[in-house]
């Protein structure tokens, strides 16, 4: 009975082994699966990028007459002429014209779906052979039949465009020769009117180069004067930059005073945080504004924190309490902490607050948006 069981077990064993082996090898092929899946889609997408979505739309090609009278030395008042471009397709020439984007989760989900599922997400089978349908609504065939329909429309177009450059080269050529024939007798009309023409030539010559001066003595009087202009204007910049600056400098001269006043005051200007009620926790505020040279800030409070402060008339005195400040999102070894503050003075009338940053507790600058909590 012994020898039964071990053999039992040694029989279950290997058996196990074979079953992760061939479990390796399906994984193995399940991922060769899943990478030629992915780059399929991946190419399809990308492919579909470089085929038009749409049709060009029907243009009217511009009206073109070419002037087919014979050429003779009497003025013709009417030429009979000949319309050029009667036939050609405008529409060809259309540009960034809209192309399939397939990148879309609706379009991915579609090129990912094989079989054709019903209602209740289920396979259904062909009544035709059994097998499991891989068509229909629900399925990488619409992605794919749209895909080939769109390339031969592309490429419907893309012979009649060669079509029509074929034409338009025969056109091209036609109009070469005759133009070559013409500049013929042109040559011949032009060396009997050349003497006459000469000196009339040279003098032309003689008035465009004196205009061309004219033109270049002009232009460079204008860059001058722009140069002035934009010169002056960069001074007046500059004059307001300096002045808005020197402002600033003085508010904040002033914020650091009133700061510093409210500092050196200390806990004998208001009430302490020993004879107020404490503070329930949680979000008190935002920061609206922050200097980090000068060591303060100012918070915009919520309604609730400012009763809680001033009580319900507003009137009480700001205590000064210390405040946390977080910044959503911050990695660090300190996790969101920034620093803490301590409240110095309120704005009257407003949700407004100055605070001093304490320095001892500070881990990065403060920024506007931090979130301000007890």
């Known amino acids: 009975m012994d020898k039964a069981l071990r053999v039992l077990a040694i029989l279950i064993l290997l058996l196990a082994i074979v079953a992760m082996v061939f479990a390796q090898m399906s994984f193995d092929k399940r991922q060769v699966l899943l990478g030629r899946n992915r780059m399929f889609e991946k190419y399809v997408i990308n492919v579909a990028k470089t085929i038009e979505a749409v049709d060009a739309p029907e243009v009217t090609a511009p009206e073109v007459q070419k002037d087919i009278a014979e050429v003779a030395d009497r003025e013709v008042a009417t030429p009979e002429r000949e319309s050029l471009l009667a036939n050609y397709p405008a529409k060809l020439e259309t540009q960034q014209l809209k192309a399939l984007d397939y990148s879309t989760d609706d379009k991915k989900r579609l090129l990912r779906s094989y079989y054709f599922l019903d209602a ?47 034409k338009m080269r025969e056109l091209v050529t036609s109009l070469v020769n005759e133009m070559n024939k013409m500049k013929t007798e042109w040559r011949v009309t032009k060396r009997e009117l050349t003497e006459s023409r000469a000196e009339c030539a040279k003098l032309k010559e003689e008035k465009a180069a004196l205009e061309a001066q004219i033109v270049k003595l002009t232009a460079e009087k204008k860059e001058l004067a722009a140069e002035v202009e934009n010169e002056k204007a960069e001074t007046a910049r500059l004059n307001s930059e300096v002045l808005g600056l020197k402002e600033e400098i003085a508010k904040l ?48 409070l919520t309604d609730s924190a400012m009763v809680e402060m001033l009580g319900e008339e507003r009137k009480n005195a700001l205590p000064q309490y210390e405040l946390n400040i977080r ?39 403060v920024e506007k948006g931090d979130v301000v909590f007890f």
Not at 128 to 150: C, H, P, S
Not at 282 to 287: A, L, S, T
Not at 327 to 352: C, D, M, W, Y
């Open 120 to 166: 209740e997400g289920q396979r259904v089978r062909s009544t035709l052979d059994g097998q499991y349908k891989t068509d229909g609504d629900n399925t990488m065939t619409v992605i794919l039949e749209e895909f080939q329909a769109r390339a031969l429309a592309q490429k419907s177009a893309l012979e009649k465009t060669r079509s029509e450059l074929t």
């Open 253 to 300: 001269q002033k914020i650091n005073k009133e700061l510093k006043d409210g500092i050196s005051r200390g806990k004998p200007t208001g009430p302490t945080q020993e004879n107020v009620a404490p503070l329930t926790a949680g979000v008190k505020g935002k920061i609206v504004d922050a200097n980090d040279e000068y060591k303060f800030v100012i918070i915009e």
């Open 327 to 365: 910044r959503t999102g911050r990695q660090s070894a300190s996790g969101e902490f920034v620093t803490r503050i301590k409240l110095t003075k309120a704005v009257k009338g407003k949700n407004l607050v100055v605070a001093e940053i304490l320095t001892d507790w500070q881990q990065v600058p």
